[in-house]
């Protein structure tokens, strides 16, 4: 553990956590926009900016309505909005929807929920909500937390709502992305389990290398994913797929993303962070020029800001093989949850 601190923290020094990132001046325009897990952290500073910068709707997707509601007010406030409005439904502004990942009962109402009222599409979806534990906790489900709040649930959104994200793209005139929020920690991922012949499989019944570890994980899964989904919809699409899927790594930034792991991980955190640390407001902007950089990024990591190459294993031939499988196991499991979904990749 102390190595893997060491590793973390000195690749942070070398690398783009020292990059200035500009504020986010790129117009929104009446789009339409979802943040997960916006009520704290990145996610609420994120959708701050969003809001800041003119987006006709911008959707707070939180596990807990109540602090969702608490960031709503909080960004009114710091924009000079009279906070007057009902705290949901309201057309226009700023919206607080209930979206637990690690439910897929409340990712699948809250889909619903979307196509019921976003009627225009979804400009930008940007999935930003994750978890660190430093436990194993079982869900209803079978599948641990970490990984079904991360990969399962995040990308059971993302492949449910491709048909909203497509009816923006046709609507013209600006572009439909979704941005998976990543992490350095990919690149420290032990990740066993690849050698396995169905990795998710593993990942629900094998102990692993530990669940502080198990976040890397969950990050690495997010961009062969994320990397594989921009290259079926171009596949499906004449090679041109009509949203932009890229990842955006926001460097080591100050929130409560470690609340859950045991005290010394969380005293190397704030450590680290105090002395390297971004706040959130700063981190957010890394996750906004990921949100707008347009279809350079299809399929890309985003580092800080700029397009840059994920991990030596992300890269390799191993990782290239391993991310098709990867793939095509995950969307089985979506098939299992809410039948016919995949066929959202290749609608037009
Ligand atoms: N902070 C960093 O140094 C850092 C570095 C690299 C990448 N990141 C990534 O940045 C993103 C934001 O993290 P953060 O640092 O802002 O952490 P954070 O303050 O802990 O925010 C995480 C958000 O995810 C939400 N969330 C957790 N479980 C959820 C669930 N089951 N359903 C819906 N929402 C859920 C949390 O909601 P609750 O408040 O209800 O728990 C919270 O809103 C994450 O993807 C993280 O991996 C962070």
């Known amino acids: 553990m102390a190595s893997d601190l060491f590793h973390f923290a000195k690749h942070f020094i070398t690398s783009s956590q020292l990059r200035p990132l500009p504020l986010p001046q790129t117009p929104q325009t009446n789009r339409t926009v979802i943040v997960t897990g916006a009520n704290t952290g990145l996610g609420l500073e994120a959708a701050r900016h969003f809001a800041r910068l003119g987006a006709g709707r911008v959707i707070l997707a939180c596990r807990r309505t109540a602090q969702g509601a608490q960031a709503r007010r909080d960004i009114l406030q710091s924009l000079g909005v009279p906070d007057s ?21 409340s990712v699948l109402g809250f889909c619903e929920r979307a196509e019921r009222e976003l009627l225009d599409g979804v400009d930008v979806l940007l999935m930003n909500a994750a978890v660190v534990m430093g436990d194993r906790v079982e869900m209803a489900e079978g599948w641990e937390m970490t990984v079904t709040v991360n990969v399962i649930g995040t990308f059971l959104v993302v492949v449910r709502l491709l048909g909203l994200l497509k009816r923006a793209a046709k609507r013209g005139g600006t572009e439909a992305v979704v941005t998976v929020v990543g992490s350095e920690a990919h690149s420290l991922a032990k990740f066993p389990e690849r050698s396995q012949p169905r990795i998710f499989e593993a990942l629900r019944t094998v102990a692993g290398p530990g669940y502080v570890d198990r976040y890397g994980t969950s990050k690495l899964i997010d961009i062969l994913v994320a990397r594989e989904l921009a290259e079926r919809l171009n596949a499906a699409h004449g090679d041109r797929s009509p949203v932009t899927v890229n990842i955006a790594n926001p460097g080591l930034c100050k929130s409560s993303l470690f609340r859950n792991t045991p005290f010394y991980v ?76 995949t066929g959202n990749i290749t609608d037009k």
């Open 266 to 341: 969380r005293w190397a955190m704030a450590a680290a962070c105090f002395v390297l640390g971004r706040t959130s407001e700063v981190g957010s902007r890394a996750l906004l020029a990921a949100a707008t950089m347009g279809r350079t990024s299809h399929g890309r990591y985003v580092d800080s800001g700029r397009v840059d190459c994920p991990s030596a294993f992300v890269m390799s031939w191993e990782g290239r093989m391993v991310q098709p499988a990867l793939f095509d196991e995950l969307m089985e499991i979506l098939e299992s949850i809410a039948p016919g979904v």
């Open 85 to 105: 409005l009902p705290v949901t439904g309201e057309v226009g502004g700023v919206e607080v929807w209930p979206l637990d990942l690690a439910s897929f009962e």
